[in-house]
């Protein structure tokens, strides 16, 4: 009668998010920064945000990053600076 595909009647529309305010999003994501010891970039941010229910977008974790001065640390590879002498004199084979 209403000339609606069924499916639109019924469908029940959900409001739209609400985005954060930026003080308060800005001192969530100081906070899992520092409890994630400073390794957190904004790619890891955004998601724990998510995972917690909050809807961020991965550019505005990253201004919000760069606005506070937060910059995650990069482990380095381990690599080995000396050895222990032996790799050029190999033993001899005693079979």
Known sequence: ML???RSTYHHKP???AQPWP???????ISTIF??????????RIACELANR???CSWQRARRMMRRQGL????RRRFTP???DGKASHP???LL
């Open 3 to 5: 000339g609606l595909p």
């Open 14 to 16: 959900r409001p739209p």
């Open 22 to 28: 930026d003080q308060e999003l800005a001192a969530l």
């Open 34 to 43: 520092h409890a994630n010891r400073r390794c957190y970039g904004y790619r």
């Open 53 to 55: 229910g909050i809807s």
């Open 71 to 74: 910059h995650a640390i990069q």
């Open 81 to 83: 600076k000396t050895s």
């Open 91 to 93: 033993c001899a084979n």
